[in-house]
């Protein structure tokens, strides 16, 4: 192995800032208790590491009061609570298939189990781009219909126009839930702009928290059952769930050391300034696109302009299995990327890649030219060499 080139930033983000391995240091000596349980010091400290971080991430996100903000342990956990909750008494669900699983297996079981028709709008085979027209007219169905979409493939990056399907959605009398896993942290995001019910998101991908961390939005006035219900440490003569938030949708004890961390993180996101890390990965993106522009036997899937995505792309190299790429490249460039399909199946049937994937390469703000440069050079040489006939060797 030659190096360690991560690029696999859309499964989780890596390195996270400094700022962030030493808030999770100082909370576990300094506090370390149980948030909102016990009345002692180290419970106190607690409660209020918790709350700071609650509010460091709702002034990232736009959000008024930092209270609306429920902690969740990933984004599947937030996508859940909002699917489940909203789906109540829905007939019909429009989705795209850009949809990770974590959306499309929550929504398959309720058209197993509830009977619910799913309706899924295609993506471009190229680009990944939904078709805004064929998306307002399923939406325009009498029946009681709830709507999800992703913000941003996770395969190919491409962007959705959130807003447009959001106010769409909203003309239609339909409540839509954003899955902003892939846009969270790599974007300047105000939650209640995009108009939807319900947006959820990881705290470990591009908001740079550690795993273990999620986040979740309604819309005020929105406020679906919860999926589980618990001790939360407040109203505890009751045996029955809070109904305020952040209380009624965090169940049990919070994982306080990720949730710190991630506070700092959001801390340092602000510093930083999300537009300038947007502006960060359009040009990693550039540099990537040019570099790979006319290598005989890759195709690109991904939007040809940067802009118009977020800093992920998929590639595959002629004949070769991109299982096979992405073990060469780690083994001999030590070049870290994510081969498959991703948890979006039918987002690689849009493709045409389905059912071996794409390998695909995903940076962040800590990404340098060189680790882009160092990725294109092994993606070249493989190509060429598979040319030449060489062997590459397989895959067990
Ligand atoms: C678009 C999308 N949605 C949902 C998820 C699930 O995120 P988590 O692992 O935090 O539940 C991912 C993670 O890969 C994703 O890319």
Redesign the pocket.
Known sequence: MTGDVYLDN??TSWPKPPVVLEAIRDFLERAGGNTGRSGHHRSIASSRAVSLAREQLAELLGVGSPDELIFTK????G?NIAIYGLAEGVARIVTTSLE?N??MRPLRDLEQRRGCAIEVVHADGNTGEIDLDEWKARLGDASPTLAVA?HAS?VTGTLLPIEDLAAAAGEAGVPLVV?A??SAGHLPLSLPAIGAAAVAM?G??GLLGPSGT?LLHFAPGIEPEPLMRGGTGSQSELEYQPDFLPDRYESGTLNAMGIVGLGAAAGYLREVGVDRVQDRLTELGRRFRDGLAGVDGVTLYAPADPADSVGIASLNVDQVPCATVARLLDDEWGVMTRAGL??SPAAHRSLGTAPEGTLRFSWGNDTSDADIDVAIEAVRTIAARERSAEPLGTVA
Request: a negative charge; hydrophobic letters at 25%.
């Open positions: 859309a499964a990933n984004a599947t956990e996508l990770h974590s959306v992703t996770n899955d896993s892939q990881p470990h991908k999620g991703h948890c």
